[in-house]
C-alpha cells in the first residue's frame, strides 16, 4: 500500500501571505493526486485532481504542482475561508486510494 | 446534480456489524462512478476503506479487506450503494462519509471524489 506523507503537520500564514503543503508517496504515483479540503462539519471538498487542474468553482488561488512522488498545494494569497485542513490523495495503484493524514492551516 | 446521504445506526455494539446506506439521487449507481466510503476520526484523520464501481469492481483498504463489504443496489425502488464493517472494535468509530469519483470504467478511470454526503457518525460501545 502507497503511504502518503504531508507536511507540515499545523501551517500558520497571515490573510494575504502564501501558504505552500507538501506530500511525498512512498512511491512513484505519475500525476495521480487529488487534493480536499475539510472544514468543521462540513464534507470534504475536492479541490484538485490529476496533480494540478481545479475541479469546478475552485478558486484559481488554489493551485497544484508536482509529478513522481513529491507534490505541493499552493495557496496563492491565504483568505479566512480558505481556514481547514487539507489531505492530498494518491489514486495510482490497486487495491487502496491512500489519503495523507492531512495539513491544518490556521491564520497567523 | 448528483447528491449523496448515508442512513444507518449510529450506536453499534463491540463484535457486531456496521451497516449504512448511501441512498443517491440524480443519477443512478449504474452510471459510470466510483462508489466509495471514507471514514474521518481524530487519530488517523480521512481513512478510504473501499469502492465499488457501477461495473461491479470493487477495492478495499488491506487492513479492512478481510471484515469490510460494499455493494451495490438498483431495483425500481432502490437506487443506493451499502457498507458492512464486521467485528467490530471501538477504534472503527468515526464520521462516515459515502463519495463518489466520476469514472468506475477501469481502476485508472479515475478523478478524485468529487460529490459526497454530509456524513454520519458511528460510535461502537457497548
Known amino acids: 500500500e502507497i503511504v502518503m506523507t504531508q507536511s507540515p503537520v499545523t501551517l500558520s500564514v497571515s490573510p494575504g501571505e502564501r501558504a505552500t503543503l507538501s506530500c511525498r508517496a512512498s512511491q512513484s504515483i505519475d500525476s495521480d493526486l487529488a487534493w480536499y479540503q475539510l472544514k468543521p462539519g462540513q464534507a470534504p471538498r475536492l479541490l484538485i485532481y490529476r496533480t494540478s487542474s481545479r475541479a469546478t468553482g475552485v478558486p484559481a488561488r488554489f493551485g497544484g504542482t508536482g509529478s513522481g512522488t513529491e507534490f505541493t498545494l499552493t495557496i496563492s494569497s491565504l483568505q479566512s475561508e480558505d481556514i481547514a485542513v487539507y489531505y492530498c490523495q494518491q489514486y495510482h495503484q490497486r487495491p487502496s486510494r491512500t489519503f495523507g493524514r492531512g495539513t491544518k492551516v490556521e491564520i497567523k | 446534480q448528483v447528491q449523496l446521504q448515508e442512513l444507518g445506526s449510529a450506536l453499534v455494539k463491540p463484535s457486531g456489524t456496521l451497516s449504512l446506506t448511501c441512498s443517491v439521487s440524480g443519477a443512478s449507481v449504474t452510471s459510470n462512478f466510483w462508489w466509495t466510503w471514507v471514514r474521518q476520526s481524530p487519530v488517523k484523520g480521512l481513512e478510504w476503506i473501499g469502492e465499488?464501481?457501477?461495473?461491479?469492481?470493487?477495492?478495499?483498504k488491506p487492513s479492512l479487506r478481510s471484515r469490510v463489504t460494499i455493494s451495490i443496489e438498483k431495483s425500481w425502488s432502490q437506487n443506493h450503494f451499502s457498507l458492512r464493517l464486521e467485528s467490530v472494535t471501538a477504534a472503527d468509530s468515526g464520521k462516515y462519509y459515502c463519495?463518489?469519483?466520476?469514472?468506475?470504467?477501469?481502476?485508472?478511470?479515475?478523478?478524485?471524489?468529487?460529490?459526497w454526503g454530509p456524513g454520519t457518525t458511528v460510535t461502537v460501545s457497548s
Open positions: 463519495a463518489g469519483a466520476t469514472g468506475g470504467n477501469g481502476y485508472n478511470d479515475y478523478n478524485g471524489l468529487d460529490v
Open positions: 465499488v464501481s457501477h461495473m461491479g469492481g470493487s477495492n478495499y
